[in-house]
Structure formats: C-alpha cells, structure tokens
C-alpha cells in the first residue's frame, strides 16, 4: 500500500487513509512507498469550456487565484504568471482564426462528454512557465479536423474549435484583472 506523508511545523506523520487501524506498518519495507506525479498531460476541447476564477486571501501575500478551465483546476499566486499566459493565448488568435467557430457532425464524437465537471487535474504555476501554441492542419482526406495546440506548463490544451479557444481566453484574461486587483498595496 502507498502512503502519503503529511508535514507539520514540529513533527512528520505518515498517513495511509486506506488501510485499516493497525493493518499497516510504515516499518514494514515489503509495502515499499509510492511516488506518483503528473509530467504532462493533454487536454481536448471543443465547444465553450466552463470557467470559474476563486479567489483567496486577496491583498495580502497569501493570495491564490484558483481558475477552473474545463476539468482542470490551476493555482496561481502572481498576477506576472498569468499575464505571461494571457499574452502568449492572445497572440495565438491568429492561428484560432484558422478553425471552425463550433465542431460539430462526426468529428465532434470522439471529444462528447456529458457532465457534470470536475476537476480531474490540479496543477500549480508560477514564475514564467513556457508557452506555445502552434497549429496542426486538416489533412486532405482525413475526417480529423484542424487542431490549434497550446501548452501551458505541464498542460497540452487541443483547441477544436474557436468556441474552446474564446472561452479559455476569456478566463485567463478574468484570471489576470483578478490578481491584478488582488496584489497587495506596495507603500
């Protein structure tokens, strides 16, 4: 079984929320220790994506911007981090240009989810975290429609549709007037 370690101010205790009391022994070497972490991971979308911005602590140095995109939900603390990333999705409306305004038909049947959402990932990004976006074209003959590619981080978004790409935008830019608002008052 895998444990998780939790750390405290004065002492380090080891929980596994799984086994029951006094079936599990953090000395027993035979169960080994589970590590897990996500590297990357790939998200299609197509049609509005919900977004929702949670903000924490505002005006304070403790402030967390919590922003729901879809399935994801992604912590930020720096006003600079997001605008990073709002200025790196901006510039790639010229490439969104390039797509249908919604999918729709066959193509739309491989990314069909019927909710309700939740988040399935938490990521946390700080700093300047990489960015790019490019534009994978339609094949002649090939049903699998254009695809706009942006990565974010350990975050691979495939954008089907200028639908998708308007309503991430959109909430990366909710994400960057918030925390713009939130700094604290330098003086």
Do not use: C
């Not at 027993?28 to 991971?41: I, R, S, T």
């Not at 089907?160 to 925390?179: E, I, K, N």
């Amino acid at each position: 079984m895998a444990s998780r370690t939790k750390r405290t101010r004065s002492a380090t205790a080891e929980i596994n929320p799984i086994a029951p009391a006094g079936a599990w022994d953090p000395q027993d070497l035979a169960h080994g220790v589970a590590v897990a972490a996500v590297v990357n991971m790939v998200l299609r979308v197509a049609g509005p994506v919900p977004t929702r911005v949670d903000l924490r602590n505002a005006g304070t140095p403790e402030r967390q911007l919590g922003i729901s995109l879809g399935a994801v939900l992604v912590f930020l603390r720096s006003h600079y981090t997001a605008r990073t990333i709002e200025q790196a999705w901006s510039q790639a409306a010229p490439l969104a240009s390039s797509l249908p305004p919604v999918l729709i038909g066959r193509r739309r049947g491989v990314l069909a989810q019927d909710g309700p959402w939740s988040a399935t990932a938490i990521v946390r990004l700080g700093g300047a975290p990489k960015v790019r976006g490019y534009l994978l074209e339609a094949r002649a003959g090939s049903e699998a429609p254009s695809v706009l590619r942006i990565e974010v981080g350990p975050m691979t978004w495939e954008i089907y549709d200028a639908a998708s790409y308007t309503s991430l935008l959109q909430g990366w830019r909710t994400a960057v007037h918030t925390l713009r608002a939130a700094e604290p008052d330098e003086g």
